[in-house]
């Protein structure tokens, strides 16, 4: 079973940047895609952004032109590069093998003054 764990959440003020690993047990990104989802409370998990196996990515509107995801098959790692944070972006931010159930726990990412 492959395992997901995120870090690099936190706080940062609005207009800083974060960078959020999920780093695999298991070398798979070139037979799977990857997503990152986040979940704000009381609200429903959304997906932020996705990195298919052939290397095409796709972004939620809310956060286009200002979040990145990418991925080192040596580490095993996918990121999300945040820039431009808004205080809507906080949320816990998860990873997730796209189309399983195989989630990260979760990191907290904070944008408040």
């Known amino acids: 079973q492959v395992q997901l764990v995120e870090s690099g959440g936190g706080l940062v003020q609005p207009g800083g940047s974060l960078r959020l690993s999920c780093a695999a047990s298991k070398s798979i990104f070139s037979i799977y895609a990857m997503a990152w989802y986040r979940q704000a409370p009381g609200k429903q998990r959304e997906l932020v952004a996705r990195?298919?196996?052939?290397?095409?990515?796709n972004y939620a509107g809310s956060v286009k032109g200002r979040f990145t995801i990418s991925r080192d098959n040596a580490k095993n790692t996918v990121y999300l590069q945040m820039n431009s944070l808004k205080p809507e972006d906080t949320a816990v931010y998860y990873c997730?093998?796209?189309?399983?159930?195989?989630w990260g726990q979760g990191t907290q990412v904070t944008v408040s003054s």
């Open positions: 997730n093998l796209w189309s399983t159930a195989i």
């Open positions: 990195f298919t196996s052939d290397a095409t990515t």
